[in-house]
């Protein structure tokens, strides 16, 4: 116990094909925070109709006064429409400025860092990215909190704050990625998170047009896919990882920097956001069967046993993931948004950008 959290290991356990039992709980981070460093001045970019609207509301009555009360400038920068946050972390002045910081779901908060990881001023080593949950899924913060997270609201916002004004950092990893738009163009973005496709990605697609139902819209989206098992395309795909070629009929394939997806599933149980590696969790062969699938979706849900069971494989990537599926292209889902179609080319970057944190990761 340390700073009144409880640790967990920092050390990868070994998956055991057949054991009943959850991964153990595995640290967020393997590698210290730094020393506290000196902010004196802040920009925040938020998204002013986030977590129901409320964005303006919580930027203004609850961030702002905190970064006050500890003399810290705060610039306030709103977001005017989609794609907004990139263009404003990729180009506005960061002169004189410490901490980059991003107010929203997991959408606002990836938009942030791919437009800030596309800087070619040298800022990128020079400010750090502080995140603050203000949406409705909040995974990364999920993981960058630990415990903390799950106080919901204002007070994990709060919480969020202080890590930033606490002023210690990690340098984390994520991805770069380029894939296929449906004009017949490329796009190129930054994950921090998971990049997904299969029946999963589907499923989410279905869920945007029933945001009216809340959170379960995922539950029922993913159920009304698996109903329609049997009528599902053939996806074979082809998966490279650092170099190596796998042929695999795609169900699902998740490729992650951090352990969390959706509300808490658990999907990559070994993944560390520091360790310089992307996880990977996929089915190598079809799933046809509904029962089959919800035994999996089961597991999913029972804090990461599918990665000891044989539909799963599960593994690690150092340098570079591609995944090719020629007869029928698959949707690419990149942190909670869907972005374009297979083909897609992923490249690890470690160590990425510095993002604040506290000294010490609650159990994941």
């Keep these: 116990m340390a700073d009144g959290i409880e640790m967990a290991t920092s050390t990868r356990p070994q998956i055991i094909k057949g054991s009943k039992v959850a991964p153990p709980p595995l640290s967020t981070f393997c590698k210290p925070a730094s020393e506290p460093i000196a902010i004196k001045k802040a920009v925040l970019i938020f998204n002013p109709v986030s977590g129901g609207k409320k964005g303006k509301l919580l930027a203004e009555n609850v961030v702002a006064p905190m970064f006050k009360s500890a003399g810290v400038e705060l610039v306030l920068s709103p977001t005017a429409h989609a794609g907004h946050a990139i263009e404003l972390a990729a180009s506005m002045d960061l002169s004189g400025v410490d901490a980059l910081c991003a107010l929203g779901g997991d959408g606002t908060l990836s938009d942030v860092a791919s437009g800030f990881l596309a800087r070619a001023d040298g800022k990128t080593q020079e400010v750090a990215l502080g995140f603050i949950p203000g949406g409705t899924g909040n995974t990364i913060m999920h993981d960058v909190l630990g415990y903390r997270a799950k106080m919901g609201g204002r007070a994990a916002i709060k919480a969020a704050v202080a890590a930033i004004l606490g002023g210690r950092t990690r340098l984390v990893d994520c991805s770069q990625l380029e894939c296929a738009k449906g004009d017949g163009s490329t796009v190129r973005r930054h994950s921090l998170n998971i990049v997904t496709c299969g029946l999963g990605v589907d499923a989410s697609a279905a869920a945007e047009k029933r945001r009216w139902m809340g959170p379960m819209r995922y539950d029922v989206s993913i159920l009304m896919e698996l109903l329609k098992l049997g009528s599902r395309k053939d996806a074979r795909c082809r998966l490279t990882v650092d170099g190596v070629t796998k042929e695999l009929d795609l169900f699902v394939l998740t490729m992650m920097n951090n352990k969390h997806s959706g509300v808490g599933l658990r999907l990559a149980p070994y993944a560390q956001m520091d360790d310089g590696k992307i996880d990977l969790m996929y089915t190598p062969s079809a799933i046809k069967s509904v029962l089959k699938a919800l035994k999996l979706d089961g597991m999913i849900k029972s804090k990461g046993k599918h990665v000891n069971d044989s ?54």
């Design 311 to 364: 539909l799963v494989a599960y593994s690690q990537a150092a340098d570079s993931i591609e995944l090719t599926c020629d007869a029928a292209p698959q949707r690419v889902m990149v942190d909670g948004e869907l972005v374009g179609f297979t083909p897609v080319k992923m490249r690890v970057m470690p160590s990425a950008f510095k993002l604040f944190t506290f000294e010490v990761a609650g159990k994941c």
